[in-house]
Structure formats: structure tokens, C-alpha cells
């Protein structure tokens, strides 16, 4: 037994460095009173990924094309050719499904945050100039859209050199949140406290309020994300609109009733190329007329929340 907990302690003091230590507890059955602006029961966050243009392309010389997140299952075309059909179905995300989900929350006058790709936002400036206009915010999610756990710590450390370098240039301001694609590597959090100009990042699953956490014995704060109330859901086992409006209903009335005594945040994540077909769209706009209806919401961007956390819940 005494070896055993020896083990777990050394294990346990390596994960401590990095900021991602196990945590089982976290806030257990006394979570934080939050305290949201205007006496909100929810903070609620829309997060419009925007990745399409750096995913992986032979155009770009990565050697392969990007099937994930697309209408088909499974590549057809051979690895190391151009899949076409992926490439235009990403395009549309950009072309067509961005500017109809841009009208709802404008619409709405709610504003998202971008978990935008620096290359994919250079690559479209009418997306960028509406992004900056409505007063969107941008957490970085990446220069490229590529897996950080793949990158070695050099090519990560330029990877985001070069997305901060990015979107200054592209929004004229610099991006304070960071998200990887699904995960990020064990150096990624270190080096964006390294970097210095980044408030919070998303690459965690496992909590529904901001926390604090340490890493190279400075505080860092995460802002946890979802993949729950998330429109990929529509690619693995959701069908209809409908049917993610009834996900995001369900969680939303959940987390509304709790947050009478203890409120949460609640994000919904979003990719103009699933969500932005009209097929779906609906299932969107019934969620948002919904959430808009109700009072004691705080719709509110990304940014905000972790600023809120900054000034309210100081480590
Ligand atoms: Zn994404």
C-alpha cells in the first residue's frame, strides 16, 4: 500500500506541472455562487467554430485533405489526392452556413465568440469585419486546425506565436482565450502562460464554472467547454434540427431551475458547415427564441465570462 501511494503521489506531482492535475472533487456539492451580472440564472455562451480554410489541405501542402465534420462518414478519395467534395463541403461553411447563423444572432442582437482559426479568418475578411462589427470575440483555436497533441513543443510555440501575430492583424485585437482542436497536448496550457497575453483556456471537459489551476506556479484560468450541447452531436447520432433543439432545451431547463440557487454557465458550440444548412438551422433559431424569452439569462461572449471570473472570483 505504502509503494502504491508513493507511485500516486510522483504521478500526481508531475501532472501538478502542467496545470492539468486529476481532479475528481473539483467543486463537489458547493460550487461557487457565481454571481453573474444582473442576477443571471444562466450564463449562457454561442461558440460558432470557425476552422474552415486551416484544416488540412494538399493546396496548403499538408499532403492529405480534411474529411472530419463533413456529410460522409469515412474519406472515399485516397489519402494524399484532393477530396474535392470535403473541400466544397467545408467551403459552404464559409460561403453560405457562416452568414446564416451571423443574421440569427444579429438578428437576436446577441453576440458569439469565435473559436476562430487565425489562417481560416485571414481567409475570409467579410467573416472577420462581421465578426469585429457585432462584437464578437475571438478565442483562438489555433493557427491552423490541426491537433496540438501531434506537434512537437517547438512547432506548438510557433504555432501560437503565429495565431496571436495572426489575429491582431485580422480582428485588430489579440485573442485572450485559447481552445485546441479536441485537445490539447500536456505542454499546450504552459506554453499559452508562457506566451502572457492569454486571460483563460477551454481545453477542459470537466466542469460547468470557470476554475483556477496552476501551472509553472502561476494561476491560470479555464473556462470549461461542452461537446454535449454541441452540434457535432448532429454527425453522431442526432438527425433534425428538432432534435438538437430538444438537446439544448433540455440542458437549458436543467441548468435555468438549478440556477435559482446555484448558477452555471452553459456553452453551445457550433461549425457554420453542420449547423448553418437550413435542413438544421431551425432547430438553432427555435433554441435562441426560446433562451431570449426567458428572464434572468446572461447571454454573453466568451470573454466576458472569464473577465467576470477575473474580477469576481480572483484566485
Ligand atoms: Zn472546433
Keep these: 500500500m505504502t509503494g ?28 461557487p455562487h457565481p454571481d453573474w451580472p444582473g442576477g443571471a440564472r444562466v450564463a449562457i455562451n454561442f461558440v460558432v467554430n470557425y476552422e474552415e480554410g486551416s484544416e488540412y489541405s494538399i493546396g496548403d501542402g499538408d499532403g492529405r485533405s480534411e474529411t472530419a465534420l463533413t456529410e460522409v462518414s469515412a474519406a472515399r478519395v485516397p489519402a494524399g489526392e484532393r477530396d474535392l467534395a470535403s473541400e466544397s463541403m467545408y467551403e459552404y461553411g464559409t460561403r453560405v452556413g457562416f452568414w446564416r447563423i451571423a443574421r440569427l444572432f444579429a438578428d437576436r442582437g446577441i453576440a458569439a465568440t469565435a473559436f476562430g482559426c487565425a489562417v481560416a479568418l485571414e481567409r475570409n475578411p467579410p467573416a472577420a469585419e462581421f465578426m469585429a462589427r457585432h462584437g464578437w470575440d475571438v478565442c483562438c483555436h489555433g493557427w491552423r486546425w490541426v491537433e496540438h497533441y501531434k506537434l512537437s ?11 496571436v501575430e495572426s489575429i491582431q492583424r485580422t480582428m485588430g485585437e489579440r485573442p485572450v482565450g485559447w481552445y485546441c482542436r479536441y485537445a490539447p497536448s500536456t505542454a499546450t496550457r504552459r506554453l499559452l502562460v508562457e506566451e502572457g497575453g492569454f486571460l483563460y483556456d477551454s481545453d477542459s471537459y470537466n466542469d460547468e464554472l470557470p476554475y483556477w489551476t496552476m501551472v509553472a506556479g502561476r494561476r491560470h484560468l479555464i473556462v470549461p467547454y461542452s461537446l454535449v450541447t454541441n452540434d ?34 452553459m456553452s453551445v458550440g457550433l461549425h457554420p458547415r453542420l449547423i448553418g444548412h437550413p435542413a438544421r438551422l431551425s432547430g438553432l433559431q427555435k433554441f435562441v427564441d426560446y433562451v431570449v424569452s426567458k428572464p434572468d439569462v446572461w447571454a454573453c461572449r466568451r470573454a466576458d465570462i472569464a473577465r467576470h471570473w477575473i474580477a469576481r472570483h480572483p484566485a
Design 153 to 163: 513543443e517547438d512547432e506548438e510555440r510557433e504555432h501560437i506565436r503565429l495565431a
Design 232 to 265: 457535432v452531436k448532429l454527425t453522431s447520432g442526432l438527425f433534425t434540427g428538432d432534435d438538437f433543439y430538444v438537446l439544448l432545451k433540455n440542458a437549458f431547463d436543467v441548468l435555468y431551475e438549478e440556477g435559482a440557487v446555484a448558477p452555471k454557465m
Design 4 to 31: 502504491c501511494a508513493g507511485m500516486n503521489t510522483m504521478q500526481l506531482g508531475g501532472q501538478m506541472m502542467d496545470g492539468h492535475p486529476r481532479d475528481f472533487v473539483g467543486y463537489a456539492d458547493k460550487p
